[in-house]
T-cell receptor
Framework: AAGVIQSPRHLIKEKRETATLKCYPIPRHDTVYWYQQGPGQDPQFLISFYEKMQSDKGSIPDRFSAQQFSDYHSELNMSSLELGDSALYFC????????????FGQGTRLTVV | AQSVTQPDIHITVSEGASLELRCNYSYGATPYLFWYVQSPGQGLQLLLKYFSGDTLVQGIKGFEAEFKRSQSSFNLRKPSVHWSDAAEYFCAVGGHSGGGADGLTFGKGTHLIIQP
């Protein structure tokens, strides 16, 4: 069965650079969520989208922005990268937002040097 | 604000022995509770979830969890662990919309080690 696809799987950037992470949800899923997991940490909710509109916002820095496109894929844009942004970034998708299971991708590991 | 506490950072269990991972939550309303498992370098896989109804929920891979409102707990159990169960386990609470992963708050995780 198709799963959530995240690209790239690994990314190395220098401080102050920008990065774009992509998430392709499971076909027909209309809701996408982004989480950040620092080394040895629990995942922290960043932001979510439902039907291409932002539906919930967590601890996302102002330097980050995200959107969901007409084909439901989502991109997380990160600017002025800092060393502390090094983390595993997970995307999850679900069909609707009520009482449904969200499926997580394998994540993008971002390293800022 | 919602929060999740997993008191055990590491747990070591012998293969074939029973397992219980503890989870306590704080949430202002009826909680939506989840257990996820994460193998090294992998994504998060949902083991089971509780939204309402029967307080004992069955999940995949032989796991179950019991919701106890009076104790604000949602402990994960398995009667007999296998070496392949070694992983990081996360308890989570939330779901503003009643489901999915909106605004999930995760615990710090419990690292499960299986001894031969």
């Amino acid at each position: 069965a198709a799963g959530v696809i995240q690209s790239p799987r690994h990314l190395i950037k220098e401080k102050r650079e920008t990065a774009t992470l992509k998430c392709y949800p499971i076909p027909r899923h209309d809701t996408v969520y982004w989480y950040q997991q620092g080394p040895g940490q629990d995942p922290q909710f960043l932001i979510s989208f439902y039907e291409k509109m932002q539906s919930d916002k967590g601890s996302i820095p102002d330097r980050f922005s995200a959107q969901q496109f007409s084909d439901y894929h989502s991109e997380l844009n990160m600017s002025s990268l800092e060393l502390g942004d090094s983390a595993l970034y997970f995307c999850a998708s679900s069909l609707g937002r009520g009482g449904t299971e969200a499926f997580f991708g394998q994540g993008t590991r971002l390293t800022v040097v | 604000a919602q929060s999740v506490t997993q008191p055990d950072i590491h747990i070591t269990v012998s293969e074939g022995a029973s397992l219980e991972l503890r989870c306590n939550y704080s949430y202002g309303a009826t909680p939506y509770l989840f257990w996820y498992v994460q193998s090294p370098g992998q994504g998060l896989q949902l083991l089971l979830k509780y939204f309402s109804g029967d307080t004992l929920v069955q999940g995949i891979k032989g796991f179950e969890a019991e919701f106890k409102r009076s104790q604000s707990s949602f402990n994960l159990r398995k009667p007999s662990v296998h070496w392949s169960d070694a992983a990081e386990y996360f308890c989570a609470v939330g779901g503003h919309s009643g489901g999915g992963a909106d605004g999930l708050t995760f615990g710090k995780g419990t690292h499960l080690i299986i001894q031969p």
